[in-house]
Every structure is written in structure tokens, then in C-alpha cells.
């Protein structure tokens, strides 16, 4: 093995880089020895993906300092970084299916016979030799690709990836869509190429595989990196609490007390979302006017039960009651038609139509109450679009100018305001202050809590924690689409609710002297 | 240009303003240059008999325009309505010569079956490319040929002709100077814009166009408005058909070959965006209109067919060009 702390093969030095007025990275500095497993863990959004983007020349940096071997590292192309070494495995593969698994493999560089055409041969002889290389002897390279399984897929995407004289190999959250063998595999793997002197960098949500294979850890928060540790030294709750970071604990205890009913307004029993149809489903309820939150990694889950009681997907089985009775949803409208609106987690593709003016948006769900024999009265859609833009402090010019002229937390509001025109009694709101300044923000929680008090209940999906403490009743935190662990506002830490979502609590209790 | 000018004095409206200038005004203007610059090279251009000619001659593209709006609006395209237009043409042109019927019962049959084929073929394009989310492209493609066989199978290749006289006498009728057909295609026009811009239906229409995800989360039968605008461009067909038959008097299964490219041509002319939700039926009559005006003045300064073809060609390229800019002022 390479010597180890003399000199590091890759440092990172107060990292910085923004995007409008955001950090992104915001200090960011570790470094790589030769021959590790490098962990980097963090929640949503602390800066692993941006940090990974620089590094493989996605995004240029603004302040700091990367070195390589002890030379000055400032990748301009994905190919400049590839040509210095760094190879990314991303979560979604970048594949071309109907082509075999040697054409995949050696499409960065493919071999030419001395007439200048595909030199077939020789491409299938060098995948051949990528794919023994790190055991995958079972899979025909003239196979194509769009055949194989996910795992499969993965693996040639760290095949094609080794190819190259990579020094540095970047897993991009690689267990996200494997099963519990395929990742052992996948492990194998890893630590076969690390034995031969390749340096990986590994970024995953699962701590137990962070603990399984990885030598150091570097933990993110807030786009900065707070401390990179032994593997040896530390356990999983400690990183957690690198994670949560002691400052963040518990700040919103301002919030009104529940003022919601024991009365159940939604109970949702044994629900399976196509996206996971082995899971046992999912079984929950929601009070008069209360605001659950849904807590949760990406990927836990959380979108799918949202949009499954809503029939903008399809429910594979269970069932929904509403105020007792159970409901029949085969699309939106049918649960339109019960009283529940959806404020999707992206307003520009799933909420909003941008070109059209503010009050054709407002009036886009209860579009019925606004016109008569299909004729739009124009004069009650605008009176329905003034009315819902004072009932949210809306700030517009004209209600004719498109709704891409506002800021975010307005274009939020114009999503609020077309859903409570028809009076709903029950909203669902994924990530609802996603790109909303801090100030719209404070006013949408406020508008929220003035709903639930009008009795609307309201479930809220967040990947923002201080957000969901702030602004709910209860809390569900899901991982890998089951609830882990249900909180009262009385249980709220941010501490507890990481260890739920990363499928921790057992270990909770364990604490290091 | 002077109407860029003219906008930046109310810099607050500027992104509306700019828009709809230029989605509308601006192809107007462009017709005006055109129509000024072809009354002064000819002298024959603005006389009345060529002013009756064009009018006549851009009738029915106009009429497939329209309904092909509304797919385009949709995000779709419809490639099928040449050879729907002669497949409505035959069936009407089959009713039309029934033996044993009255002249006036022979044309409402007539019109009545070429209008339902037309339709019929529309629903069908709508259905199948909606249900199975297909590219409508393909799909219309598929009918283009279906359609076409039909026409020829129907007729046995064999030109129908020999109409009532009423109806023959329909198609060339001028009410001061102006072709009644072409009073039927403006009629259409209107009541497409009163649909596109006064309904519910028109609203839900554009937006489909513009994110159809949006509007099917906010609960309305996407599937059905997506059929509907389908059936429209289906219908219009059928109507095109009835005028082509009146005013050529002869119901051919080879009719309106390439008619599709000139209606979507004039549709792209006229400011509607390719990829849906952008776009009005007033610059689709203006774009028909644009068509038609080069093909008549080119001809009548002298330059060959052919000329008229690559100089038409090169203005659908140009109206894209410019609606690539169009999008990119909406969106800032």
C-alpha cells in the first residue's frame, strides 16, 4: 500500500461554491489517502452531490483549493476529469441499453482496426477483461445491456469506469437500487479494488454500509464538512449527531399547541405503492385539523404514499377512509371530488402552468365554479383569483401577468391559492416551501397554521427537519417505504427523527464514553 | 425593429407586451410587407379577379389549419389530414351520387358523411395516441396511410364526379367578390377562436400544451380533451373535403397529397409552437394567409413554381426560427 499520511493523494481545501444566492459548498475540505474506502454522509442538500460535481468537473468551484498528487486540480469537463483520474458511478446510469455491454464499456474510447472501423474483437476482448477484472465473469459482453438487471447494470457502470486508468472511483449512492445480495456483491467488489490500489469514494444514506466497508468518513452539513473520522473510532450515532450538528437542536417550540381533534379526518390502512409493491404498506391516520409531517430520505418513500391517496398514481392495494367512509380513487379527480388537494413537490413541472396569467392558475382546479355551459365567465375568475390572492397576501402586478413573472414563494402561493379555491378539507403538501425564500417561508407556515386551524388537516412532506418541527402536529418518519417510528411534538428532536429515517433506533440507545 | 422600440417605454409590461406583438402583429406586419411589396412589382396582384383567386385558393388549407391548431396546441401534430380529407371526399362523393335521391337530401347526406368520416378518423387518431401515450406522429402517420387506402378502396381509384348542380354552383359562388367558401373557412376561424379563447375547453387546451401534468393533477379528463382536439382536426377535414368537392366538382381518392405539410406549415407560420401550448388561431389565418399570398405573387412576378416552393420552404424555417426567440423572450 502507498505510503499513507505523508501525502495525501486528493485535498480538498475550503471548498466554495453557489448557485444564485444559495451555498452550496460552503467550506468544504478533506482529503483522500491512496487505497481507502472514503465515506461521505450527510442529509439531503449538505453539499456530497455539489462537492462530487466539482470533483468530476460538473461545476467549476469559486474559492479554494483542490490538489492532486501535489499539483493544482481545477477540472473544466467531465472528460478533463476523467483524463486526470476521477471516475463517477452516478446513481442513474448512463447506459445506452440496446447496445452490448462491450460497446458500453469501451464507449469513451472505442478500439479502431487499422481501416479506421470497430475493431469488434478487440472491444469485446477489453471488456471482457474490465468485466473479470472485477469478477463478473458470469455476463456475456455481446449481451445488450437493456437485458441485464439493475445490479448488473451497476457493475458494468464500475467496469467501464475501472477502464480508464482511474485512480479515483466516486460511488454515487450505488445501493440505492439494489437488494441486500447485490450489495454484498457489490461490496466484494469494492474491496477487490481497493486491494489493487484504487481509491473510492463512497456517498450513501445507509450507515450500516458506511460502517461495513468504508475505512474514514467525512460528515456534511450545511455545504460545510464538520469533521472526517476513523471508521474504527466512531459509531453510527455519533455521526449521526455530526449529521444533526448540536446547534440545530429542537428550536421550535413557538408553535401553537395541537388545536386539532381526537377526530379522525384520513386514515389510510395497508397502502402499497406501485414504486414498492413488496413492502407490507402503510398504515396511518389524520386528525381534524392537525398537520402531519412525513420525514424521510429521499427515496423513503414519502412522494409515493402522497401521490397514492391522491390517484396520481395508481394504489396497488389498501384502502383510504374518509371521516370514516372509504373512498374510491382511480384518479385526481376522484379525490378532488372528496375534498383533498395535492401541492405537488415541483410547481414548474406538476403544479403550475407558467405562460398562463395568475388567474387562470388560480382557477385551474375549480375551474366549474368560474364559468357556465363551458364558457369561462372571466369576471368570477378574476373576483375567485383577487379573492385567493388577499386570503394569501399574494403580491402581483396584474392577475393577467404570467405566473412565471413571480418570485418562488409567491408562485407557491398562486399552487395554495388554486387548491383552496374549492374549499378542500384535507391538503397534501409535498416540500411545500421547496426554493421559497426564508421570508415567503415564515409566511407560508403561518398561512398553513391559519388552515389547520379553519380545520383543513393537512399532511406535509419535508426534507427540511426545522421545517417540520416547526410547522406539524405529528410526525411519521419513513425509510425504505415503511414508517419507522411515529413522533409527538413532545419527542421532537432532529437527532431522533435522523436515527429513524437512517434506520437507526436500535442503536440509539448505545451511547460511546 | 420599431416594435421592440415601442415596448421598452412600459418597461413593466414588457415580457405581455413583447409577446403578444410578436405573436401577432409581427406576422400581420410581415403579411403587409409582403402584400405591399407584391402590389408594386405587379400590377395584376391587388386587382380584384387575384384577390378573389387567393382567397379561394387558401380556403381550404385555412380549414385544415384550423383544426390542426388545436392538435398542435396539444403538443401533437396530425399528419393524416390530407388523406382524410380525400377519404371524407369519397364517402361524400359515394352519398352524393346515390341513385333515387332529391338534389337537396343528396347534399345533406353528402356533407353529413364526409363530416362523421372526417370525424371518425380524427377520434380514432386521438383515441389510440392517447390512451397509449403515442407519439401522435406516428399515429397519424399510420392513419395518413390507412385513410388514403380507404379512399382509393372505396372508390376503386376512380375519380366521383357529376354532383348536383346546386352544390357544383356552391363552390365557386362569390358574395361581392369574396368566394363563400372562404366565408365558410373564416366562419371557422371565428368559431375556433371563440372556442380557444371563451371556453373552458379552449383554456384546458393550452393547458394541456404547456404542462399537461398540471392540469391532469388538478382533475380533469385529459384523456378526452386530448381525443376531442383530435376529433376537431378530424372534423375539419371533413368539412375541407365538402369544399373541395364543390369547388373542383369531383371527389378524387388521390386528393390532398402533402396537404398536411402545407396546414401544419401555415399553424407553425402563425406563431403556435410546435411543442403545444403557445400559439392562436388568428395566426394561423394570417399564417394560410402568408402561404397563400407568396404562392399567388411569386407566380405573378414570373419566377417558376419551383422558386415558389424552396422561397416557402424557406419562410416556414424563418418562422421558426423566430418562434425559437419568441419562446426565449416568454420564458425571461
Known amino acids: 500500500m502507498p505510503n499513507l499520511a505523508s501525502s495525501p493523494l486528493l485535498s480538498v481545501t475550503d471548498l466554495r461554491k453557489s448557485f444564485g444566492g444559495i451555498h452550496a459548498l460552503d467550506g468544504v475540505s478533506f482529503a483522500l489517502t491512496s487505497g481507502e474506502v472514503h465515506a461521505l454522509v450527510g442529509e439531503n442538500g449538505a453539499g456530497k452531490s ?16 483542490i490538489r492532486m498528487d501535489g499539483d493544482g486540480y481545477r477540472p473544466t469537463s467531465p472528460h478533463a476529469a476523467k483524463v486526470a483520474g476521477i471516475q463517477v458511478v452516478h446513481q442513474e446510469f448512463n447506459l ?9 464499456i469501451s464507449i469513451e474510447a472505442l478500439p479502431k482496426t487499422k481501416f479506421g472501423l470497430l475493431d469488434r474483437k478487440e472491444m469485446n476482448r477489453r471488456a471482457r477483461a474490465a468485466l473479470d477484472a472485477i469478477g463478473l465473469n458470469d455476463v456475456d459482453v455481446t449481451a445488450p445491456v437493456r437485458s441485464l438487471g439493475i445490479a448488473h447494470r451497476q457493475l458494468i457502470e464500475i467496469a467501464r469506469a475501472l477502464q480508464s486508468d482511474s485512480c479515483i472511483l466516486i460511488l454515487d449512492e450505488p445501493t440505492a437500487t439494489l437488494t441486500e445480495r447485490e450489495t454484498a456483491r457489490l461490496f466484494e467488489i469494492v474491496s477487490g479494488i481497493k486491494a489493487k ?47 444533526v450538528g448540536h446547534a440545530l437542536e429542537e428550536t421550535a ?6 388545536a386539532h381533534s381526537r377526530e379522525v379526518a384520513l386514515a389510510v390502512e395497508g397502502l402499497q405503492t406501485t414504486a414498492n409493491p413488496s413492502s407490507d404498506g402503510i398504515s396511518f391516520e389524520l386528525r381534524k385539523g392537525e398537520i402531519l409531517g412525513i420525514a424521510g430520505l429521499v427515496g423513503a418513500g414519502r412522494t409515493e404514499v402522497l401521490r397514492a391517496i391522491f390517484g396520481a398514481d395508481p394504489m396497488l392495494s389498501g384502502r383510504v ?19 383533498i388537494g395535492f401541492v405537488t413537490e415541483d410547481r414548474k413541472d406538476e403544479g403550475l402552468i407558467l405562460e398562463m396569467p395568475i388567474a387562470a392558475n388560480s382557477s385551474l382546479v375549480d375551474i366549474g365554479t368560474v364559468s357556465r355551459w363551458g364558457l369561462v365567465n372571466f369576471a368570477a375568475e378574476r373576483a375567485m383569483a383577487t379573492q385567493g390572492g388577499a386570503r394569501l397576501k399574494l403580491k402581483y402586478g396584474k392577475l393577467s401577468d404570467p405566473v412565471s413573472s413571480l418570485s418562488g414563494g409567491n408562485q407557491q402561493k398562486v399552487v395554495l391559492a388554486k387548491w383552496l379555491a374549492g374549499n378542500p378539507s384535507i391538503l397534501l403538501l409535498d416540500e411545500p416551501t421547496r426554493g421559497v425564500d426564508v421570508g415567503a417561508k415564515a409566511e407560508i407556515y403561518s398561512i398553513l397554521r391559519g388552515l389547520a386551524a379553519q380545520g383543513i388537516s393537512m399532511i406535509v412532506v419535508s426534507s427540511e427537519l426545522p421545517e417540520l418541527t416547526a410547522l406539524t402536529d405529528r410526525i411519521l418518519v419513513m425509510a425504505g417505504h415503511q414508517i419507522q417510528g411515529v413522533l409527538d411534538r413532545s419527542e421532537y428532536s432532529q437527532e431522533r427523527i435522523l436515527q429513524l429515517a437512517y434506520g437507526q433506533e436500535t442503536n440509539s440507545e448505545r451511547k460511546t464514553a | 425593429m420599431s416594435i421592440a422600440e415601442e415596448v421598452s417605454f412600459t418597461p413593466r409590461r414588457k415580457p405581455v407586451s413583447i409577446r403578444s406583438i410578436v405573436n401577432n402583429a409581427g406576422i400581420g406586419l410581415a403579411l403587409l410587407v409582403m402584400i405591399a411589396f407584391f402590389s408594386v412589382a405587379s400590377e395584376h396582384f391587388l386587382s380584384a379577379n387575384n384577390i378573389t383567386n387567393i382567397l ?22 396530425d399528419l393524416s389530414v390530407g388523406s382524410v380529407m380525400a377519404f371524407a371526399a369519397v364517402v361524400a362523393g359515394k352519398a352524393i351520387t346515390l341513385p333515387g335521391l332529391g338534389p337537396t337530401e343528396l347534399i345533406i347526406l353528402a356533407v353529413l358523411a364526409g363530416v362523421v368520416a372526417g370525424t371518425i378518423c380524427g377520434v380514432l387518431n386521438g383515441v389510440v395516441s392517447a390512451y397509449w401515450s403515442l407519439p401522435s406522429f406516428i399515429i397519424t402517420l399510420g392513419m395518413l396511410n390507412i385513410a388514403r387506402g380507404a379512399a382509393l378502396q372505396i372508390s376503386g381509384a376512380q375519380t366521383i364526379y357529376s354532383f348536383p348542380f346546386a352544390f357544383e354552383e356552391f363552390g365557386s359562388l362569390l358574395v361581392y367578390g369574396v368566394p363563400v367558401v372562404f366565408i365558410v373557412a373564416l366562419a371557422l376561424v371565428v368559431i375556433a377562436w371563440f372556442v380557444l379563447n371563451r371556453t373552458v375547453f379552449g383554456r384546458l387546451i393550452y393547458g394541456i400544451g404547456n404542462n ?30 365538402i369544399i373541395y368537392m364543390a369547388r373542383l366538382n369531383i371527389a378524387s381518392p388521390i386528393a390532398g397529397i402533402g396537404f398536411e405539410l402545407n396546414a401544419i406549415a401555415a399553424v407553425i407560420i402563425g406563431g403556435t409552437s410546435l411543442s403545444g401550448g403557445r400559439g392562436s388561431v388568428i395566426g394561423t389565418l394570417l399564417g394560410a394567409f402568408i402561404i397563400g399570398v407568396l404562392a399567388n405573387g411569386l407566380i405573378l412576378i414570373g419566377l417558376s413554381d419551383f422558386m415558389r416552393q424552396m422561397i416557402t420552404g424557406v419562410v416556414i424555417v424563418v418562422a421558426v426560427i423566430l418562434d425559437h426567440y419568441r419562446a426565449k423572450y416568454s420564458a425571461s
Open chain 1, 321 to 339: 377512509l374518509k371521516d370514516g367512509a372509504p373512498l374510491t380513487i382511480r384518479q385526481p379527480r376522484d379525490a378532488i371530488a372528496a375534498g
Open chain 1, 253 to 258: 417550540s413557538d408553535a401553537a399547541a395541537p
Open chain 1, 197 to 243: 490500489g484504487v481509491t473510492v469514494v463512497f456517498v450513501s444514506h445507509h450507515l450500516e454500509e458506511v460502517f461495513g466497508i468504508c475505512d474514514r468518513v467525512t460528515v456534511f452539513r450545511n455545504g460545510k464538512t464538520i469533521t472526517t473520522e476513523n471508521i474504527a473510532d466512531v459509531t453510527p450515532p455519533d455521526v449521526v449527531r455530526f449529521m
Open chain 2, 212 to 241: 399537461e401534468e398540471a392540469v391532469r393533477l388538478a382533475g380533469h379528463p385529459v384523456f378526452w380533451y386530448k381525443v376531442a382536439a383530435f376529433s376537431i382536426c378530424g372534423f375539419t377535414a371533413g368539412i375541407a373535403a
Open chain 2, 56 to 77: 379561394t385558393q387558401i380556403t381550404i388549407n385555412l380549414i385544415l389549419a384550423v383544426g390542426m391548431t388545436f392538435v398542435i396546441l396539444i403538443g401533437g401534430i
Open chain 1, 50 to 65: 455539489t462537492l462530487i460535481k466539482v470533483l468530476s468537473g460538473v461545476h467549476m468551484f469559486e474559492a479554494g483549493e
Open chain 1, 96 to 104: 445506452l441499453g440496446d447496445l452490448s455491454v462491450a460497446e458500453n
